[in-house]
């Protein structure tokens, strides 16, 4: 056997080592989500479970995209792996996807309080995210028709899909909320919840959230002061005052005792 005809069949077997490890870990990832969402309403004795699956879940996630280059490039081989000259227009779509990545991240690092505000904000992050995503399939179509040469270099074609995808979805849930808030409705308007809970969270900053009972008996977190956090006691009912927000999620502007 030929060295050639050797090294060509090693390319094979690690290639395929690559897409088989990728199948391993979805699986294992699979397999980590059902106790999540079998135990994730507990609060017993067995409320802790799903917290081992979701720690091997996420350490899973985090090795694929370690490798997610290599994966792509295995599903998807590209023509060159280095060029010696790049066409103006993907040099600049190189760069543009790398901002748009980093704009996306902080203003949806300004603007991840305001969901927590916002009834249902949740819901709204993932609705304005996927329209990112949806904008990112859109452009990644019209550049496979009108640009292909972008997706030629392998280095080049990974941080453009990283930086279309991503940033797109950061930078759409981040304008989503931002939208929804900051041109709701004048008109304040307040209804009264009970306290469920309260929760302090320790890390570089100090944060202190509350936990309601909602309308539909649906918990919702809403992140508050220290002053306010001592004011309040679990158990009691909270008026809030909230502004409807442009897209329909009621925005809370303020928490206030109820006159008993």
Not at 13 to 31: A, H, P, T, V, W
Not at 54 to 69: A, D, K, P, T, V
């Amino acid at each position: 056997m030929s060295h050639r005809k050797f090294k060509k069949q090693s390319s094979k077997k690690q290639i395929s080592e690559i897409r088989k490890n990728f199948y391993k870990r979805l699986l294992y990832i699979g397999i980590c989500i059902i106790p999540i969402v079998i135990f994730a309403d507990n609060n017993g004795k067995f409320r802790l479970v799903p917290l081992p699956f979701f720690l091997f879940g996420i350490y899973q996630l985090i090795s694929i995209i370690q490798q997610s280059i290599f994966i792509i490039d295995d599903f998807f081989p590209p023509k060159t792996v280095f060029e010696k000259k790049t066409k103006y227009f993907d040099k600049f779509l190189y760069y543009f996807a790398s901002t748009l990545f980093f704009v996306g991240l902080i203003l949806l690092t300004f603007e991840i309080r305001y969901f927590d505000n916002t009834i249902n904000g949740l819901r709204l992050f993932w609705i304005g995210g996927f329209v990112g995503i949806g904008l990112a399939i859109i452009s990644t179509i019209m550049l496979k028709l009108f640009q292909p040469s972008v997706y030629d270099e392998s280095k080049r074609r990974y941080t453009v899909h990283f930086g279309l995808f991503i940033g797109f979805f950061l930078l759409t849930a981040a304008l989503t909320g931002f939208i929804n808030h900051h041109y709701a409705d004048p008109i304040n308007f307040c209804k009264k919840y009970q306290l469920k809970s309260k929760s302090i969270n320790s890390g570089k900053s100090t944060e202190y959230f509350f936990f309601l009972t909602m309308d539909g008996n649906n918990e919702e977190r809403f992140s508050v002061g220290k002053n306010r956090y001592n004011h309040f006691e679990e158990g009691e009912q909270i008026e809030l005052c909230m502004l409807k927000g442009k897209f329909g999620f009621d925005y809370v502007t303020d928490f206030k005792k109820v006159n008993n």
